[in-house]
């Protein structure tokens, strides 16, 4: 099949975007102009490529056209800027890569990152700030380019690298760990209340049920920031898994029990794309990795 580059374009807008007349204003062309291109690629496809809910989301096989749209972009603004005999000076030369991070890793080790992509001015780095476990999906639809995740399993059309360890350790403020820890710590942990980053954070009760050896339902605070989890967890509002790397350091945190510790592995997966400006982003990712204490076990 041939897919038209303009076709490619305003689908992967009209995904972003969420409407056609929002998909419209992005590409400055007409919502009429729009349908057209994307009704032309659903009749070459033979089949929908667009759910037309509010907002619009991408098929099954809209996922494989999405994909396929992202990668024709970089790969045709990189040959833009190459071609040009300059380095990517102006906004359509800049190659955009999407990637993956979750808020722990973009709080500690990931921050480096940016100090090694500092002064790339043909790249725009877009991080999506996602639990781990939702990177493979967003990696298959196209979304992202590259992901951290906790899956090794390599997504299809991408490759594989091992980060290293991330620990996370049961932890509080030396008061609530005296209150509720001192006597009993195992009733601690079924009566404590605990801090979750959201609720998709099983952290916490997974321990709970490990150490306990059932379910308890003890109150549950919710924090969706990386930092203001450790504050709250700092303040005595909670209990919580917090990232060795995250550890004040200062005695406002101590540590539940010396074996109440997660650890979680974290991969690097990438489009297998020869892309120089994923190249880079993927290389700084490395390179930080290696050089962080705060992962442990770095393979690379």
């Not at 639809?141 to 299809?156: E, F, K, L, N, Y």
């Not at 059309?157 to 760990?177: D, E, H, I, K, N």
């Amino acid at each position: 099949m041939d897919f038209p580059a303009e076709q490619l374009r305003a689908f992967a807008a009209v995904i972003d975007a969420g409407t056609f007349d929002a998909a419209a204003v992005r590409l400055h062309v007409t919502p009429s102009a729009v349908s057209q291109r994307i009704k032309a690629l659903e009749a070459q496809v033979g089949t929908v490529v667009v759910r037309r809910s509010k907002p619009v989301v991408p098929t099954a096989a809209g996922m494989v056209l999405l994909r396929l749209a992202r990668q024709v972009d970089l790969l045709a603004a990189e040959a833009e800027a190459e071609l040009s005999g300059r380095a990517a000076g102006g906004r359509g030369h800049r190659a955009v890569v999407p990637v993956v991070v979750n808020a722990d890793s973009l709080a500690t080790w990931f921050s480096s990152v940016f100090e090694d992509l500092a002064g790339d001015d043909g790249l725009e780095i877009e991080i999506l700030r996602e639990d781990e476990s939702a990177s493979a999906e967003l990696l298959r639809t196209g979304r992202a380019m590259a992901a951290v995740t906790t899956d090794g399993r390599a997504v299809q059309g991408c490759t594989t690298r091992a980060l290293g360890t991330q620990r996370y350790v049961a932890m509080a403020s030396p008061a609530f760990a005296h209150r509720w820890f001192a006597d009993d710590p195992i009733s601690g942990l079924v009566l404590a209340p605990m801090v979750n980053f959201d609720r998709a954070d099983h952290m916490q009760r997974s321990l709970i049920r490990e150490v306990v050896g059932c379910r308890a339902t003890p109150p549950a605070h919710h924090v969706p920031d990386s930092a203001q989890f450790v504050r709250a967890v700092a303040a005595g509002l909670g209990w919580g898994m917090v990232p060795i790397a995250q550890n004040p350091g200062n005695g406002a945190l101590v540590a539940l029990d010396a074996g109440w510790t997660r650890d979680v592995r974290l991969y690097w997966q990438r489009w297998k794309l020869d892309s120089p400006a994923l190249a880079r982003v993927s290389a700084a990712v490395l390179n930080a990795a290696w050089k962080c204490g705060s992962l442990e076990d770095v393979d690379l």
